[in-house]
């Protein structure tokens, strides 16, 4: 899943939690507190270094798995897949798209290079798919 995914935006994300939990991040004191922005950057910082020069640290795993477990609702999925699994196959032929397949198909029709709109090749394909 991780090679699939690029989670490394999440990963990055919830990994600024974790340095400040940690104390690799200083949020300065009550008094002159860091903004925001200069926390997020002293956090960013660390994660690439580590990324780079130690990409089995122990924090960063630990932030990989919570984008996992958390985002992707990995329990969650391996439940449906484990459901799946028990289904039943039905392979079928069909005319034009299913719901499920038009937006695979729009977003096809979307990235080809062309005067037409967009909406304007999916009234033809629907006229087409009516005859």
Do not use: C
Request: charged share 25%; no cysteine.
């Amino acid at each position: 899943m991780q090679h699939s995914l690029n989670i490394s935006e999440l990963t990055q994300r919830r990994f600024r939690a974790i340095s400040q939990v940690a104390g690799l991040v200083f949020k300065g004191y009550p008094s002159a507190q860091k903004t925001a922005n200069q926390v997020q950057i002293s956090a960013s910082l660390i994660y690439e270094v580590l990324s780079k020069y130690e990409p089995d640290n122990l924090l960063l795993q630990q932030a990989e798995q919570e984008v996992i477990n958390s985002q992707m609702e990995t329990p969650r999925l391996a439940a449906a897949l484990q459901r799946m699994r028990s289904l039943e196959l039905i392979w079928q032929n069909i005319q034009r798209p299913s719901p499920f397949g038009f937006p695979l198909l729009a977003e096809r029709l979307s990235s080809r290079l062309t005067n037409e709109s967009l909406r304007d090749r999916l009234e033809r394909l629907k006229k087409q798919w009516n005859k």
